[in-house]
């Protein structure tokens, strides 16, 4: 009988996190949730009898600590991460620069580095980096975000290039336009209206489960198919800078 292959997903307690952890169990993958909002994964973890971990992906000696005790790990989803602000660069705060940075780019070097020897165990391991548009094009009000995520997708493509004849794929997804639980909302620090606007006139937004679709289709692809780089848009957005809005 062919053991169950694990999946672990950070920032799994809402949006494309949670939508990829429903989709990966329906897959067929025991799949580990980390998040630090211990109610949000453990209720998630529950309903998809899966496994929730209170992590804080910004934390390297609770990552270590997770690894150790996770066990088997044949694919890890790099997803927690997020904006905030959309300040010019001359008047962004260093802080939220900084936050950024630790989330999105430590955060993903943190978990990389302390499951690699479990995905390498496994045999046929996948690393997959939630990415945005945001890491290959930039766009004003966006230079901290912009940065972070650039970083993000310089990981994935440096650790693809290392572990070239290694039993470990090294996916990138890049999201354009997604209207996810509490994105833009945090960006925006709590702005509702603000965040609303972001969407205002787009008839199709990508939704978390279109997300989550994709990456349920890159990780169950065969051993030897590795889908370096998948840009996602929903049909209104041309690019960063180009979107459909009917007003």
């Given at each position: 009988m062919t053991e169950q292959k694990v999946a672990v997903v950070t920032g799994a307690s809402s949006g494309i996190g949670a939508a990829t952890a429903r989709r990966l169990a329906a897959e067929g993958f025991d799949v580990v949730l980390t998040a630090r909002r211990t109610d949000r994964i453990e209720a998630l973890a529950k309903e998809i009898g899966g496994r929730a971990y209170t992590l804080d992906v910004t934390d390297r000696a609770a990552v270590d600590a997770f690894a150790a005790a996770v066990g088997r790990v044949d694919v890890l989803v790099n997803n927690a991460g997020g904006a905030i602000g959309a300040e010019t660069v001359e008047h962004g705060d260093p802080a939220d620069w900084m936050a950024m940075y630790q989330v999105n780019v430590l955060g993903v070097l943190h978990v990389t580095q302390a499951l690699l020897p479990a995905l390498r165990a496994s045999g046929d391991g996948t690393v997959l980096v939630l990415s945005s548009t945001a890491a290959l094009a930039a766009y004003e009000g966006g230079g901290g975000y912009v940065a972070a995520k650039h970083a993000a997708h310089t990981i994935a493509a440096t650790?693809?290039?290392?572990?070239?004849?290694?039993?470990?794929?090294?996916?990138?997804?890049?999201?354009?336009?997604?209207?996810?639980?509490?994105?833009?909302?945090?960006?925006?620090?709590?702005?509702?209206?603000?965040?609303?606007?972001?969407?205002?006139?787009?008839?199709?937004?990508?939704?978390?489960?279109?997300?989550?679709?994709?990456?349920?289709?890159?990780?169950?692809?065969?051993?030897?198919?590795?889908?370096?780089?998948?840009?996602?848009?929903?049909?209104?957005?041309?690019?960063?800078?180009?979107?459909?809005?009917?007003?």
């Open positions: 650790l693809r290039l290392e572990l070239c004849g290694e039993p470990i794929r090294v996916i990138e997804i890049a999201p354009g336009m997604v209207k996810s639980e509490g994105f833009a909302v945090t960006r925006f620090r709590g702005d509702e209206d603000k965040a609303a606007a972001v969407y205002a006139g787009v008839a199709e937004p990508l939704t978390s489960e279109d997300i989550a679709d994709t990456v349920a289709w890159t990780v169950t692809r065969p051993s030897h198919v590795n889908i370096d780089l998948l840009v996602v848009r929903p049909r209104a957005q041309a690019a960063n800078h180009k979107v459909h809005r009917e007003l």
